[in-house]
C-alpha cells in the first residue's frame, strides 16, 4: 500500500508538473503576442538638455479594432513637447498605426521612461521601460573665447501699425456714428411729427408753448410779439392762403377780405379788423420798439387764439378727395425721408471704407489691401498652423499646411510586377493654385533607380493630365540633413476654365536601393503666397534611408 501510495504520488506531481509548465507555456505566448502587437522604439538614447527626442509606438490590429493611445504628460520624467497626428498604414487588411511623441528634458541624467499602456479594444497592452541619457552642453573655453557684457544698444521702435489702428478705430467709428444717426434720427422724428399736426393743433400747441415762456416776466415784448404773430401767420398759412407768412400786415389783410368778398370763407368782419389791430400793434413794437404792458399783451395773445377758433369754424371740412390727396402727399413725403437717409448712410459708409483702403493701399501696398478684402486661399495657407507628417515607406517627412490624403496610383502590368509596396499622398489638383504629391515606392529587389527616367516618366504622366509646353530644367538636390538626389524645375501651361494657367513645378527623386521617393509640387506663378508656400515645403523636406544606404 505504502508502495502504491508513493507510485500515485509520483504520478500526481508529474501532472500537476505538466500542467503548470502547460499554464506557463500559454502565459508566456500570449504576453509575447501582447508585446508583438504593440512596439516602442527611441531615436536616441543620448540627447543633449532642451533637446528633442522622438518617441515612436507601433500598433498593428485589425481595420474592425478600437485603439487608444496615451495623450498628455504620460512619459513623466521626461516632458512632452508635441503629439504628432497619426499616421495610418494599411497593409494585407491590417492597419499598421504610428504614432509619434517629442519628448524632452532641462536637467542633465539619466531617466526612466515608464512603461506606456495602449488600448485594444479594452484590453490594455504595455511597452518596455526605456532609459534615455541627457548630457550638458560642454563648452571647451580654450576654443570658445570668453567676452565681457556688451553695452546696452538702443533698438529703433518698430514702425507704426496704421492697418491695426484702423482695424481698431473702424468699429469705434462706426459705434459714434451709429449713436449721432440714432439722436439725430430722433430729433428729425419729433420735428417730423410736429410738422405732421393737423393746422389747428399745431398752432393751439404753439400758443400753450409761449405761454410757459418767460418771455413776459423778462418783458420782452418784441419777442413775445415776433412769436405770437408767427404762429397765427402759420396758421393762416396752412389753412387759408398759402401767402401769408411772406404777406405784409395790410397784404394779409386786403388777401383775407378778398377771400370774404368770394365766398371762400366766412370771416366775421369784426374778426379781420381785430385780427389787423393786433398785426399792427406788433409791427410798431418789432419796428419802432414801442413797449407795451404785459397786460396788452395777454390781451393780444387770447384775441389771436379767438381769431385761431373762428377760423378753424369758419373753414369748411375737406372732401373725402381732398383727404386721400393729403394722405397721398404725406405718405410721399414720408417716403422721399426714407430715401434720403438711406443715401446719406450709405454714402458715409462708402466714404469711410474708401477712405479705409486708401490708407491702407499707402501703407501696405494694393495686393495686401486686395488680399484682406476680397481673401486669398493661399495667403490662409501660408499664415495658418503648418502640419510636419512621415508619409509612406520609406518615408517622405515634410511640413505642409494641410495633411495630405491617401490615393490611389495606377502602374504599367511590367511595373506592378517589381513593386512590393506603394504609397501616395496629395492635396489639391494640377489646376489649383497648390498641388502637392508623395509617392513612395519599395521594390522586389534592390534594383537601381534612374533619377533622369523617372523624372521623365512622370513628367509624361503630367502632360497626360492636360500640361502642355514644358519648361524643364534639371539640377542636383540636397535636403537639409545632406540626402542627395534630383530635381527637375521649370513651367507648364493647362487649362483653367476658359483660358490657361502658367504654373510653376518641382519634380523631387529619391533613389535609394530598392526603393523610390519622389515629390512633386505645383504652384501658381501668379501667386506670390503659392510661392512661399512651395519654398517652406522644400526647405523642409527629409527622407528615410532603407537598411542599404544606413
Not at 468699429?171 to 449721432?180: Q, R, S
Amino acid at each position: 500500500m505504502e508502495v502504491r501510495g508513493a507510485i500515485l504520488n509520483t504520478r500526481f506531481k508529474r501532472m500537476a508538473f505538466f500542467q503548470n509548465f502547460a499554464v506557463a507555456g500559454l502565459f508566456l505566448f500570449t504576453s509575447f503576442s501582447s508585446f508583438g502587437q504593440v512596439q516602442a522604439t527611441l531615436d536616441t538614447t543620448s540627447i543633449r538638455i532642451g533637446e528633442e527626442l522622438t518617441y515612436t509606438m507601433i500598433v498593428e490590429a485589425d481595420t474592425t479594432d478600437l485603439v487608444v493611445f496615451p495623450e498628455g504628460q504620460q512619459f513623466l520624467p521626461m516632458e512632452v513637447i508635441e503629439s504628432y497626428k497619426l499616421d495610418t498604414i494599411l497593409n494585407n487588411s491590417r492597419y499598421r498605426f504610428i504614432k509619434k511623441y517629442g519628448l524632452t528634458q532641462f536637467d542633465s541624467g539619466r531617466y526612466q521612461i515608464p512603461a506606456q499602456r495602449v488600448i485594444i479594444n479594452n484590453k490594455q497592452f504595455k511597452t518596455d521601460t526605456m532609459t534615455v541619457e541627457v548630457r550638458d552642453v560642454l563648452v571647451d573655453t580654450t576654443k570658445q573665447k570668453m567676452f565681457t557684457i556688451k553695452d546696452k544698444i538702443d533698438v529703433d521702435s518698430p514702425p507704426f501699425d496704421f492697418l491695426k489702428l484702423l482695424l481698431w478705430l473702424l468699429p469705434i467709428l462706426a459705434l459714434i456714428g451709429a449713436v449721432a444717426y440714432i439722436f439725430f434720427r430722433r430729433k428729425k422724428l419729433r420735428e417730423a411729427q410736429e410738422e405732421d399736426l393737423p393746422p389747428y393743433e399745431e398752432a393751439i400747441d404753439a400758443l400753450h408753448k409761449l405761454d410757459d415762456s418767460q418771455l413776459l416776466i423778462q418783458n420782452k415784448s418784441k419777442e413775445y410779439y415776433s412769436i405770437l404773430t408767427e404762429i397765427v401767420k402759420r396758421y393762416l398759412d396752412r389753412e387759408v392762403d398759402d401767402m401769408a407768412l411772406e404777406s405784409t400786415t395790410d397784404e394779409l389783410i386786403e388777401r383775407l377780405s378778398a377771400h370774404k368778398k368770394l365766398g371762400h370763407f366766412d370771416f366775421d368782419a369784426t374778426m379781420i379788423k381785430d385780427l389787423e389791430l393786433v398785426l399792427k400793434r406788433a409791427d410798431l413794437v418789432k419796428f419802432a420798439k414801442m413797449q407795451q404792458a404785459s397786460g396788452q399783451l395777454e390781451a393780444d395773445r387770447r384775441t389771436l387764439e379767438l381769431i385761431i377758433n373762428d377760423t378753424h369754424e369758419a373753414i369748411p371740412e375737406p372732401t373725402e378727395e381732398e383727404l386721400l390727396e393729403d394722405e397721398l402727399y404725406k405718405e410721399e413725403q414720408y417716403k422721399k425721408r426714407i430715401r434720403k437717409n438711406w443715401m446719406i448712410a450709405i454714402g458715409s459708409i462708402l466714404i469711410a471704407g474708401l477712405f479705409a483702403i486708401a490708407i491702407g493701399i499707402g501703407v501696405y501696398g494694393y495686393s495686401a489691401v486686395r488680399d484682406f478684402v476680397f481673401g486669398n486661399d493661399m495667403r490662409e495657407l501660408q499664415e495658418d498652423r503648418w502640419v510636419k507628417s512621415e508619409y509612406g515607406i520609406p518615408s517622405v517627412i515634410m511640413e505642409t499646411p494641410e495633411v495630405l490624403i491617401r490615393v490611389p496610383m495606377e502602374y504599367e502590368e511590367n511595373e506592378q510586377a517589381a513593386i512590393k509596396s506603394t504609397d501616395a499622398f496629395a492635396y489639391g489638383s494640377l489646376t489649383d493654385d497648390l498641388y502637392i504629391m508623395v509617392n513612395t515606392i519599395q521594390y522586389n529587389s534592390e534594383q537601381k533607380i534612374d533619377p533622369d527616367a523617372t523624372i521623365e516618366a512622370g513628367l509624361n504622366k503630367i502632360e497626360l493630365g492636360g500640361a502642355s509646353n514644358f519648361i524643364v530644367k534639371k539640377d542636383a538636390f540636397e535636403t537639409p540633413n545632406g540626402i542627395a538626389g534630383v530635381r527637375a524645375i521649370g513651367t507648364f501651361n493647362i487649362k483653367k476654365g476658359s483660358g490657361f494657367r502658367e504654373q510653376e513645378y518641382q519634380y523631387v527623386v529619391f533613389g535609394q536601393p530598392g526603393a523610390l521617393q519622389q515629390v512633386v509640387i505645383v504652384n501658381n506663378k501668379q501667386n506670390l503666397y503659392a510661392k512661399q508656400i512651395v519654398e517652406r515645403i522644400i526647405n523642409s523636406l527629409e527622407i528615410e534611408l532603407t537598411q542599404g544606404e544606413k
